[in-house]
């Protein structure tokens, strides 16, 4: 809820959501000024522009209303007897394909996130969930099938990145006798050389397994922008969910629970559930390879799912019941790849590329370089 405006020049901005208190002077001219809540605005549109605005926006706690707009707006007068001004209004939902039919920009009222994350929701999410909504009647339904679409797609990237901690996991065993080769903590960029030289060998990149997961988050990203601020899941219900909006209750509580609130999720329960046996089937899956990070295996496993619980606890139930699809097809995935992977075949085949001759990567050689160097800072120091 607050203050958005668009200048002629195509800009776009917005006065801070949050606060007591937000204020803005304008000088520079303007084509409308939008007054806008979570679903729906009240814009006003200059048919030539507006000279200059002072915009202020306070939030109230009556208990009944959020915040209150007011506006100082100037717009171009020449004291001509015969000079109209003319404005038009928009006064309706934030929704988007009807937003950007008026071709005034009015979409941009709609949080969808920047650059990427924006261009995701735009050319993807909407138009799946417009074509679906063509067929079927249920939000739920929509939302399962736009899961098991983006499973879909980025199930090359997943077994991707299950192959890669395969090959790590299958190399656990040389990179043990590694690590008893250079017990002193002296000898660290020794066993680093040598561990990354084992890499390099068999042609392994450690970061294999991350890079298919870093190329998936601004999916995740974009869906965590467009389910609280799409127009479509106002109050539709599914399940036990009211309003996939909204957050799902299915117990009030008599108490409030400091960052969590008086009342509980059970999407969000099953979404942190479902997290939680995702992040242990890849642990287990890695075994003892990132020994050396124990820290982030316990952050990952156990930290992770419970912060989750307490940060969507008040968000979209929509989201929530996206984010435990996606963890339960990823489980799915997971347990299917397992059954056509072999190991030994792996392993067969790491020594295979061991035999062939050795090409340095870019990213190779300067990790390299980076380890040399730390060794001359160190004798210098000694």
């Not at 030539?48 to 007068?77: C, M, Q, W, Y």
Request: charged fraction near 20%.
């Amino acid at each position: 809820t607050t203050i958005a405006y668009h200048f002629l020049n195509e800009d776009f901005e917005e006065l801070s959501a949050g606060g007591q208190e937000a204020t803005e002077e304008i000088t520079t001219k303007l084509k409308w000024i939008d007054y806008k809540q979570q679903f729906f605005s009240s814009i006003i549109v200059a048919k030539e522009h507006f000279s200059n605005a002072d915009l202020k926006s306070t939030e109230l706690k009556d208990g009944k209303h959020i915040r209150s707009f007011s506006s100082r707006i100037s717009v171009p007068f020449k004291n001509d007897n015969n000079e109209t001004i003319g404005f038009n209004f928009y006064f309706g939902p934030n929704h988007y394909k009807t937003l950007k039919k008026y071709e005034m920009n009015f979409e941009k009222v709609i949080p969808l996130g920047m650059n990427i994350i924006r261009w995701i929701n735009k050319y993807f999410v909407i138009n799946v969930f417009d074509f679906l909504s063509k067929y079927i009647g249920s939000y739920g339904l929509i939302i399962l099938l736009l899961t098991i679409l983006i499973k879909i797609i980025l199930f090359p990237l997943t077994y991707k990145s299950y192959l890669s901690s395969a090959k790590m996991r299958v190399l656990k065993p040389q990179v043990d006798e590694i690590n008893q080769k250079y017990p002193k903590k002296e000898d660290a960029l020794k066993k680093q050389q040598a561990v990354m030289g084992l890499y390099k060998k068999v042609g392994v990149n450690p970061m294999g397994g991350c890079i298919p997961i870093l190329i998936q988050f601004p999916i995740l990203i974009a869906m965590f922008r467009f389910f609280p601020a799409s127009f479509e899941l106002r109050q539709e219900s599914f399940l036990w969910a009211d309003d996939l909006s909204a957050y799902d209750s299915i117990l009030t509580l008599p108490f409030e629970i400091p960052w969590y609130g008086d009342h509980v999720s059970l999407f969000t329960l099953l979404m942190a559930a479902a997290l939680f046996l995702t992040s242990k089937m890849n642990a287990d899956q890695m075994g003892d390879t990132n020994a050396q990070m124990p820290g982030m295996k316990f952050m990952m496993t156990y930290m992770m799912p419970l912060m989750m619980l307490f940060w969507f606890n008040g968000y979209s139930s929509g989201l929530s019941y996206y984010y435990f699809l996606s963890n339960v097809f990823t489980i799915g995935q997971t347990y299917m790849i397992r059954q056509f992977v072999d190991d030994q075949a792996i392993l067969a085949k790491l020594h295979e590329n061991a035999k062939k001759p050795v090409k340095k990567s870019k990213w190779q050689d300067k990790l390299e370089q980076m380890a040399k160097r730390q060794q001359e800072v160190q004798k210098k120091k000694k």
